[in-house]
């Protein structure tokens, strides 16, 4: 292993760092809503990390951990974690359908926040420790590709300006 390799983060430590970064958003939310600022804009960064975490979980990670994993447990983990990314897309859309009423929409987030905070939970706690004991899977390859698609989908959406000055 090159010392490159030995210092980048693998692929559970990336989505993990993800989930911190989003934790992070949910919780500017809930500080400006108790405080009744505005919530508009933690609320879109938050709804377009989602979208990203979502595209590299359900195309590349959840895609590899079936293929190198011969398990029911796993599957049935999988099966679950995308049902609840499912779920989540729903909400996100209605919430971007809801227009100019504020209420509306911090009701949707709030409810998205704890879908995910749930998903996370049970992310970390049942399948990334399964995930990690699976030595036919190269995390660090899965990693290389998760960031390249992250760069990819993060330029496709034009979000990379905003992105600087929020996350
Ligand atoms: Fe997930």
Not at 67 to 91: F, G, P, Q, Y
Not at 121 to 129: D, H, I, K, R, V
Request: aromatic share 4%; with cysteine.
């Amino acid at each position: 292993m090159t010392d490159k390799a030995r210092t980048a983060l693998d692929a559970l430590e990336l989505l993990m760092q993800d989930h911190r970064e989003i934790e992070s958003l949910f919780s500017e939310f809930h500080h400006l809503q108790g405080r009744r600022g505005e919530t508009g804009p933690v609320t879109v960064t938050a709804c377009a990390e989602l979208k990203i975490h979502d595209t590299l979980e359900t195309e590349i990670f959840y895609p590899a951990v079936s293929d190198a994993a011969d398990d029911a447990a796993i599957e049935s983990l999988l099966d679950e974690a995308e049902r609840e990314h499912d779920t989540v897309l729903e909400l996100i859309e209605k919430l971007e359908h809801t227009g100019a009423d504020h209420k509306q929409r911090d009701a949707y987030f709030a409810i998205i926040a704890e879908h995910v905070k749930q998903h996370v939970l049970a992310e970390e706690t049942e399948l990334f420790p399964m995930v990690r004991k699976l030595k036919q899977l190269d995390l660090d390859a899965l990693a290389a590709a998760m960031k390249e698609r992250k760069a990819r989908l993060i330029s496709d959406m034009g979000y990379a300006e905003a992105r600087e000055e929020t996350v």
